[in-house]
């Protein structure tokens, strides 16, 4: 089998490790420049020897039809590539052109779908594996599995997680187009259909004035790392979270949503609308990345206050 694989994401790599070793993997394309994570790829590649190709959107018309022609793939898959492919390759694979999606489509279309399932407190996502059509991740629906979130897991940790059940089904459904020479198909679903762009500036903001613990830690979960913390102010810096811990029991007294409410050595506790307490772990500042009983140390106190972001703040590193 000749395998083609389209990625900009590093949780490709044990895909292509498991294509490496079969002796499937002809070519990687990533588009040029999309994503920091991109390198991981190349180095896989330059390593392994296996042909690296980056292209940018003129390139999916010139590029890539040279490049079909040329390796003539039986197999290709996307795995968190950026752009949408031209019609007329969809039907050059033997076996089929397949994207992976971290999510139970059609639920959570879109660019970002672990990001937006942890911010939103789901309790669950899934894989989603779909033959590719005009739009994106719209395909028909050919595997599906789910997958529990687990209480306090960074979108980094699941989308880890994720990539090994999509190797699993990626196995398995490359054993079943070798054996049965035919795609598998599942019943259309009746899961509600729904759309998240890519998340922006705005999106990754902590609004104390208005969310819980529980929203506020789902935030910064999803925030780590993809974009690099949920941001808040503190003595007028650009601040952002990456880790907080629930507290038991609710602090009533009139203290503003983000307000400190102890501060030792354990860290900074910090009172959100519903009244109940997050401890604050870990920071980064324009100083670096600090821990709460490292703040504590340095001056932080009772009566300090982390506060909305400016809505005007431009992003840091994101």
């Not at 789910?146 to 990539?163: C, D, K």
């Not at 500042?285 to 400016?310: C, Y």
Request: glycine residues 8%; contains cysteine.
């Amino acid at each position: 089998m000749k395998v083609i694989v389209f990625s900009n994401h590093a949780s490709c790599i044990p895909v292509l490790h498991y294509f490496y070793i079969k002796g499937w993997i002809k070519a990687v394309v990533t588009a040029d420049g999309k994503s920091p994570s991109e390198k991981p790829i190349e180095d896989f590649c330059n390593l392994n020897t296996v042909r690296f190709v980056k292209i940018e959107r003129l390139g999916l018309t010139n590029i890539l039809p040279a490049l079909f022609e040329d390796l003539m793939p039986d197999f290709v898959i996307m795995f968190g590539f950026p752009y949408r492919i031209p019609n007329f390759l969809y039907t050059h694979p033997r076996l089929g052109f397949y994207n992976v999606h971290f999510s139970m489509l059609p639920e959570y279309r879109g660019a970002d779908p672990i990001f937006w399932q942890i911010k939103n407190g789901e309790n669950s996502g899934g894989v989603s594996i779909h033959l590719v059509d005009g739009e994106f991740d719209n395909g028909p629906l050919v595997m599906q599995e789910p997958l529990v979130f687990i209480p306090g897991e960074t979108s980094g940790i699941s989308i880890g997680r994720h990539s090994q059940l999509a190797l699993l089904m990626i196995q398995k459904l490359t054993n079943s187009l070798s054996e049965r020479n035919r795609t598998p198909s599942l019943p259309g679903s009746s899961r509600i259909s729904s759309y998240f762009p890519k998340a922006n500036q705005h999106d990754i903001k902590i609004n104390w004035a208005l969310q819980g613990a529980s929203e506020v830690e789902a935030l910064v979960n999803a925030c780590n790392p993809g974009a690099g913390g949920a941001v808040t102010f503190f003595r007028k810096q650009i601040v952002r979270i990456l880790e907080v811990s629930p507290v038991d029991g609710t602090f009533n007294q009139e203290v503003v949503p983000g307000g400190v409410i102890h501060a030792d050595q354990s860290g900074l506790y910090v009172k959100c609308f519903d009244h109940k307490l997050l401890r604050i772990n870990i920071l980064k500042l324009e100083e670096g990345f600090l821990t709460g009983s490292k703040l504590t140390a340095l001056g932080v106190k009772v009566g300090d206050k982390f506060e909305d972001a400016d809505p005007e703040y431009k992003q840091l590193n994101h």
